[in-house]
């Protein structure tokens, strides 16, 4: 793993009128890691993420994608250079089959257009698009379910659909915004081991914001703790885990309340 930062955060602030929802703000994200953002609920976890992929603009600071500032950079623009962000709800088609919602998660490769579709020129990159999207599907272990329509997914089969979604469009970096959330232990536990496998198979960098601690601490390389818009601290689990302030910010309240 190299220790080269494909994202950087420096001295970043957003301010909504008289509110600070993010304060002077810097961290770094290693190349091909899991990178996991927490805090206690209103910490500014969720606007940092929106900053990063381009849904708000800063007020002050800059962040840094692959060694460019893309500070204020619209979503679609990260997207084209590969910087892919999944949402809490997961955005689907629910009337389209499971194959279907990947093959439009293909379109940017694929670049199939309406006219071309219709007389038939772009076979060969539909047929690429299929090879593409069954590939995916394989890898979250949703190939036998290619053709059911989405609607009659699970809930954890769904947030996998969501990612391999993510995935056909082809990111350097996916943000993952709390990909846990109402699932049980053992879709946690598979959950877990598709973000392993899309780091370990794709070489894929991973940012997560959540608030499951135990697929955090196990999941995550390095961790970014927030707390009132700033940063409290950083560091690998088992340092974030055993922090004394962490516990009094947000672990001790999570476990208080388990």
Not at 56 to 83: E, F, N
Not at 135 to 155: C, Q, R, V, W, Y
Not at 178 to 191: A, K
Request: hydrophobic content about 40%.
């Amino acid at each position: 793993m190299s220790d080269a930062p494909i994202l950087e955060v420096r001295n970043l602030t957003r301010k909504f009128g008289g509110l600070t929802a993010v304060n002077n703000l810097s961290f770094a994200v290693r190349r091909n890691s899991i990178h996991g953002l927490i805090g206690p609920n209103g910490a500014g976890k969720t606007t940092t993420f929106s900053l990063i992929s381009g849904y708000y603009s800063p007020t002050s600071g800059q962040i840094l994608y692959d060694g460019k500032d893309v500070s204020g950079l619209k979503t679609s623009r990260l997207a084209q250079r590969g910087l892919i962000r999944t949402f809490q709800g997961t955005t689907l088609f629910q009337e389209f089959s499971v194959m279907d919602n990947v093959r439009v998660g293909c379109h940017r490769s694929a670049r199939a257009g309406f006219v071309s579709r219709i007389i038939g020129s772009d076979a060969p990159v539909e047929r690429a698009a299929d090879r593409k999207a069954r590939e995916i599907l394989d890898l979250f272990d949703l190939g036998a379910l290619a053709d059911e329509p989405t609607s009659s997914l699970p809930h954890g089969h769904q947030r996998a659909l969501g990612m391999a979604v993510a995935l056909a469009a082809d990111p350097v970096v996916i943000l993952l915004d709390e990909p846990f959330t109402g699932m049980n232990p053992e879709e946690t536990r598979r959950m877990m081991e598709h973000v392993r496998r899309v780091r370990d198979e794709r070489d894929i960098t991973i940012m997560l914001v959540e608030h499951d601690m135990q697929a955090v601490m196990g999941l995550c390389d390095r961790i970014t703790v927030m707390n009132f818009g700033q940063l409290l601290t950083e560091g690998a689990p088992e340092e974030v885990r055993t922090d004394p302030r962490v516990i009094e910010a947000y672990l001790g309240r999570a476990e208080d309340a388990a």
